[in-house]
C-alpha cells in the first residue's frame, strides 16, 4: 500500500497502540498497513495462528523497519461456547505486550457471508450468522471499554455495510445483523464514553471475504459495477482510511 496521507496530517498522529482484530486479511490487513506508516504499533488477531503468522511476515516485509511494531494472537470467535473466553483471552495477552494501556481497537473480523434463501433459513443458521457479526463486536466493546484509556482520544471501530440499508434477495440474515451493527455503534457510543465508537458501512470491496473462483468474482464485481456510481468496486485502500478517521481524535464529523 501506498503512503495514505500528506506529512502534515502524518506528523500529527501520535504513535499509539491499535488491535485490529480481523486484521490477517482484507479490510483489517489494510487497516493494519495504513496503522504501521502511522508509526504506530500494532498487535491483528484472527482466528487462525497460521493465517496470523503469514500476515505478519507479510507486513515485516512489507515495513522491515517496523517489525519491532507488529504482533499477532489467534482468537476464533465463531464458537459459542469459547467466544467469551477467546475475547477476554485476546485483551489480557494484548494489554500486557501494551504494558497495560491500549489505544485504539478496530473490528473488521467477518467469516461466510450467510446467503440463505428464505426457505432454507434455520435457527441455527440465523444464530451461528451472528456470532461473529453480532455477539462477537460487543462482547469485544466490553473488554475494550476496560482496557482503552478512558479519553475521548480513544476509539473502537467496528464494521457493517451497504446492504445494511440496501437489501439484497437472499441476505436478510446478512442484512438483519449488518443494521443491527448501526444500533451497536450508536449504544457504544454511550455505553463506552468518552471512548470514541464508531461503525464504518462499506459498499463491495475486493477482498478475500469474496470466496469464489476469481473469474466468477471478476463477472460478479462487473455486474455490480454497472449499478454503483461510482463505477468500480472498492479497494482496501479506499476504505483504510475511514478506519484511520474514526481513530483521530479530532474525528468528530459523523461521529454516532
Ligand atoms: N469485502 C466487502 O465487500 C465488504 C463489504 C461490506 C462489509 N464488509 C465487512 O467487512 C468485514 C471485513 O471483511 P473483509 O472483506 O476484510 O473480509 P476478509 O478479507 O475475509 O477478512 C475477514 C477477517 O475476519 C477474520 N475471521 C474470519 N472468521 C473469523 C473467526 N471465526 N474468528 C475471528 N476472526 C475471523 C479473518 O481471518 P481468519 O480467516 O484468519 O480467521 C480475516 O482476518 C466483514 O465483516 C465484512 O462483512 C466487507
Known amino acids: 500500500m501506498s503512503a495514505l496521507l500528506p506529512d502534515k496530517i502524518l506528523k500529527q498522529t501520535p504513535q499509539q497502540l491499535r488491535l485490529i482484530i480481523g486484521g490477517s486479511s482484507g ?6 498497513e495504513a496503522c504501521l506508516e502511522l508509526g504506530c504499533t500494532v498487535i491483528i488477531s484472527s482466528a487462525s495462528a497460521s493465517r496470523i503468522a503469514a500476515s505478519i511476515s507479510s507486513l515485516e516485509e512489507a ?21 467469551d473466553s477467546n475475547i477476554v483471552s485476546l485483551f489480557e495477552k494484548a494489554v500486557q505486550e501494551a504494558d497495560g494501556q ?47 484509556e478512558k ?14 440499508e440496501k437489501p439484497h434477495q437472499d441476505w436478510v440474515i446478512v442484512g438483519c445483523y449488518a443494521g443491527s451493527n448501526h444500533t ?19 459498499g463491495a470491496v475486493d477482498t478475500t ?20 456510481a461510482i463505477g468500480r468496486v472498492g479497494q482496501v485502500e479506499d476504505v483504510a482510511e475511514a478506519y484511520l478517521y474514526c481513530m483521530k481524535s479530532e474525528s468528530n464529523g459523523k461521529c454516532y
Open 102 to 148: 491500549l489505544d485504539h481497537a478496530v473490528y473488521t473480523a467477518g467469516d461466510a457471508l450467510s446467503i440463505t434463501p428464505l426457505e432454507k433459513t434455520t435457527l441455527e443458521k440465523i444464530q451461528q450468522a451472528g456470532m461473529v457479526r453480532f455477539n462477537a463486536p460487543l462482547i469485544v466493546a466490553r473488554e475494550a471499554a476496560k482496557y482503552l
Open 184 to 202: 451497536m455503534a450508536r449504544g457504544l457510543a454511550l455505553d463506552m464514553k468518552p471512548i470514541r465508537v464508531n461503525a464504518v458501512s462499506p
Open 27 to 32: 479490510i483489517g490487513y489494510g487497516v493494519a
Open 151 to 164: 479519553s475521548n482520544t480513544s476509539s473502537y471501530t467496528i464494521t457493517t455495510g451497504s446492504v445494511s
Open 63 to 83: 515495513y522491515p523497519s517496523a517489525r519491532s511494531r507488529i504482533s499477532g494472537y489467534a482468537c476464533d470467535l465463531g464458537n459459542h461456547e469459547t467466544l
Open 209 to 228: 471475504l469474496w470466496k469464489m473462483p476469481d473469474q466468477e468474482k471478476q463477472e460478479a464485481f462487473r455486474k455490480w459495477e454497472t449499478k454503483m
